[in-house]
Structures are given as structure tokens and as C-alpha cells.
């Protein structure tokens, strides 16, 4: 023991850590130096961040990441529990559905809806009321269907994760008090997967907000559309897209802290349980 103490201590020398750090310093460095000297006019970008055209189609781009994302809510959750039903047509249509959206690329399906037309020329119930396809199907009503639809099955995969996290003896007991299937779904099981369905939920919202700009190409006025309209006119190419950049990272970065409270809400309990 005398021995040990009569050893002479010596500080690590974190040598890794100084180079790792310089490393990413220079990196950063190099990267704000090409920006600032590069064949950007800044004027530009700030000129345009509040045009009426760039304001109105970041509304579009909101509106429309909204209610494509209330959409795959829906039909989320209605595949999840078509998942669990003991009927196999049922069950199969549901892997199927997961299946057949996953595997088609998100613009591809915008553009086969956007085109509707060319397949059905009409739609409603012939004899009762019929819609010329080409005046319903309209750009956001394309990307509407379009998004929601290809959103709903991932968002299918987060619900189901989600319900199997809940613990086999919840259904058991709201079967036992007398619950049918959906009301033990709606009361008890629901509530209790929320935790887990919440974050990655979250993390597709934003997602959504980024995949809106594949709207653009059916020529719906989202926000990278209208950058797309004004640099076909004034060649500012890198200018407006850098203004389309900016108010994506912007909305992106407000529902990020909308999402970490909404998690730490729905998680009090959980914590409260760990600290006892």
C-alpha cells in the first residue's frame, strides 16, 4: 500500500480528443469559409425569405404535412388493428397494404394519382353522381392522397410496435370488466401505447414536413416550388433554394421542441414510477 502511494500520478494526456476536436473545427471552418466566399449573393436569399410567393407556400407546405399526416394516423391505426384480427382476409389485406406502399417510391405514387385520369377517366357511382377524374384529382389533392397514403404505412409499423408493447394482461382486463374490443382499445390500451408510438410518430411529422417538397414535381405551391418559380425567372438558383432551406430547418426546428413536450408529457407517469 506504501508503495502505491509513493507512485507519482500523471495526467491522461487526451491527445485524441485535441485532434478529434481540431479535426472538426477545421472542417466547420472550411465549410463556412466556401459559403461566404462562394458565388452566393447573400441580399438575394434575404430579400426573398419573406416574399408573398415563399410565405404562401410555406403555408401550403404546413397545411398540407398536416392533413397528409392526420391521414396516415387514420388509416395507420386501422391496418395496426387489422394486424391483430383473427380473421386472415382481414390480416392479409393489412400486410399486403404495408407491403405494397413501402415498396413504391413516395414521388412515383404522387405522380401514378396525379395522372388518375389516363386509368379512370370518371369517378363516383355511374347513374348517381360521377366526377370528371382530371378536375378532382388536382395537385394537392394528389399529394394529399399521395403522401398520406404512403405515410400511413409506416406509420401502421409505429402503431403496431406500439401495441405490442402494452403488457398482454391490459387486454385481459378490461375484457374481464366487460370492455369489447374497441372500447378496451379506445380506454386502456391506447393511453398506455401512446409513450412508445409518440416519439418515432413525432420523428415522422418532420419527416413529412421534408417529403411535401416531392409535391413540387405535380406542380403543387408548396414552398420549394414557389424558390422553384422565382429562380426560373431571376437565374438565383442557390439564392432561393437556400431560401426554401431555411424555412424548412426553421418549421423543422419548432416541432421539434413541440415534440420533445409533448413526449415529456405523456412520459411524467412513467418517470414518477421510476423515482418511487
Not at 466556401?34 to 410555406?58: E, H, M, P
Not at 379512370?120 to 394529399?144: H, N, Q, S
Request: hydrophobic share 55%; no cysteine.
Amino acid at each position: 500500500m506504501e508503495d502505491l502511494l509513493q507512485l507519482k500520478r500523471v495526467r491522461r494526456s487526451h491527445v485524441g480528443r485535441y485532434i478529434g476536436a481540431a479535426i472538426v473545427i477545421a472542417v466547420i471552418s472550411w465549410i463556412v469559409v466556401a459559403f461566404a466566399n462562394g458565388q452566393i449573393d447573400w441580399s438575394v436569399t434575404g430579400k426573398y425569405l419573406t416574399a408573398r410567393t415563399i410565405l404562401l407556400g410555406l403555408g401550403n407546405t404546413v397545411l398540407l404535412a398536416v392533413l397528409a399526416m392526420l391521414l396516415a394516423i387514420a388509416i395507420g391505426v386501422t391496418v395496426a388493428v387489422m394486424r391483430f384480427s383473427s380473421n386472415p382476409i382481414v390480416n392479409w389485406a393489412a400486410v399486403a397494404y404495408v407491403w405494397f406502399f413501402r415498396g413504391i417510391p413516395s414521388l412515383l405514387q404522387l405522380l401514378i394519382l396525379f395522372n388518375l385520369a389516363l386509368i379512370f377517366p370518371t369517378i363516383g357511382i355511374p347513374g348517381l353522381f360521377e366526377w370528371r377524374t382530371v378536375d378532382v384529382m388536382t395537385p394537392f389533392v394528389a399529394a394529399l392522397l399521395g403522401l398520406g397514403i404512403a405515410q400511413a404505412a409506416y406509420t401502421s409499423e409505429v402503431v403496431r410496435a406500439g401495441l405490442l408493447s402494452v403488457d398482454s394482461g391490459q387486454y385481459e382486463a378490461a375484457s374481464a370488466i366487460g370492455m369489447h374490443g374497441l372500447q378496451a382499445l379506445r380506454r386502456i390500451v391506447l393511453p398506455q401505447a401512446m409513450r412508445v408510438i409518440l416519439p418515432p410518430l413525432g420523428n415522422e411529422f418532420i419527416g413529412m414536413i421534408k417529403w411535401t417538397s416531392l409535391a413540387s414535381v405535380i406542380q403543387f405551391s408548396e414552398v420549394m416550388y414557389a424558390s422553384e418559380s422565382i429562380y426560373y425567372v431571376n437565374s438565383r438558383v442557390i439564392e432561393l433554394l437556400f431560401v426554401a432551406a431555411f424555412w424548412y430547418v426553421v418549421v423543422i426546428s419548432i416541432l421539434s421542441i413541440l415534440q420533445s413536450r409533448v413526449e415529456r408529457h405523456f412520459s411524467r407517469g412513467v418517470k414518477h414510477v421510476v423515482h418511487e
